[in-house]
DNA sequence: CGAAAATGTTACTGGTCGGTAACACCGTCG
DNA sequence: CGACGGTGTTACCGACCAGTAACATTTTCG
């Protein structure tokens, strides 16, 4: 009855409860989630969550921490792919996310959490800051690599794009501005490697 | 002892039940806000708010209508500032946007709305929607007036750029990505104005 | 003034929330 | 076999939620 993602292939209790949590998270988004629906949606039950989660915080923190783990791979990936071109791994970075935009799972589990955990001091902030810090790290090393004049303003600039796309999905749907976040990234990654060391 | 912002001045119940409304929903979050906090917040009380919203939705839609007229407001100050000028306008928006980054009230009400609001079908949303769609077609206007190449790119652009800097705030603080929003936004109005029609 | 409208007060409903207690079930391993 | 750890079930708690009814009070205005 429920639409459940992952009762069928018989996962450890733990895990189907984080993944329902994220989808539900997702969907209905973070404050709008009873346990008793993540529960529900897991094939399992609320007592079994509170045995291997203290309370709701934590669990969320845990969906925040596999979002992180699930980016890290992601990266892990483009490096393989191109290994060592930094360049390369950029416009492949911005081609996924333009690419997975318009799924339901468009990996904003972050910017959406930075959003609706309005107290300052939830303990899931810190998980999102973390991870957009060391996200920023690793993007200005890239475009160092990719040899850009300017590493930093780059970087900032496809942040700033990145986000934009994503919020701005949520504000005008898919045929708003982000339907040409690949275009405009792209040309923002041009024009800064145009003319440092310029290709062709 | 509560922090109210709009007890004093004796606005009508009506208005100060919107406007604390739309403070708890900055600091709180939309659904983190429940209707008795408001009418407290309003020096008013739960019956006068039903008398004059039907429901929580309705205040919502009222809170998100009023925070789209203040931004209209906002562009006709823009334009009396610089008549016809478009580049000009265009540039003291993003200085503007800048300048309230920091602000409590960073004018993200729509944006953040966009995210909490995640019942498709929610009133608010078509609100949020035909905001997002006039002022698109506002900027696009004015990157027409200031006689860029591609008046449609840089538009999106801009959008992208300003709700990535404000999401990007809340994810990652004022020291962020957003902190250089300013540079980028201008070198990219810069970068399209530049290659086009080019002043001076 | 006096009536009518708007506002305030209290108390209540039915539902949901996060979280817990007590107890039953079930497989594993000794 | 029996003990045990992980799991499921039911019921419950106090708090909060959106929304309403009945009544008292204040404000507005003819």
Redesign the pocket.
């Known amino acids: 009855m429920t639409t459940d993602s992952c009762k069928q292939p018989r996962l450890?209790?733990?895990d189907?409860i984080v993944e329902a949590a994220r989808e539900l998270f997702r969907r209905r988004g973070?404050?709008?989630?009873?346990?008793?629906?993540?529960?529900d949606a897991?094939?399992?039950?609320?007592?079994?969550?509170?045995?291997?989660?203290?309370?709701?915080?934590?669990?969320i923190v845990e969906c925040l921490q596999r979002a992180g783990m699930e980016m890290d791979g992601f990266w892990r990936e483009l490096e393989d792919a191109h290994p060592g071109d930094g360049l390369a791994q950029l416009r492949a970075w911005v081609r996924r996310i333009a690419e997975h935009l318009g799924d339901d799972n468009c990996h904003c589990e972050m910017m959406s959490a930075a959003v609706q955990l309005t107290d300052e001091d939830h303990p899931g902030r810190s998980v999102i800051r973390k991870f957009k810090d060391a996200q920023r790290d690793r993007v200005v090393v890239l475009c160092r690599k990719a040899g850009v004049a300017n590493a930093e303003l780059l970087c900032d600039t496809l942040l700033l794009l990145i986000e934009g796309a994503r919020v701005a999905q949520q504000s005008s749907g898919v045929q708003g501005p982000s339907a040409r976040f690949a275009e405009i990234a792209d040309a923002a990654i041009l024009s800064f490697s145009g003319s440092g060391a310029v290709p062709r």
Request: aromatic share 6%.
């Open positions: 450890l209790p733990r189907r973070i404050r709008g989630t009873g346990v008793d629906a993540i529960a897991a094939s399992s039950n609320k007592m079994t969550l509170y045995r291997h989660f203290n309370s709701k915080d934590e669990l």
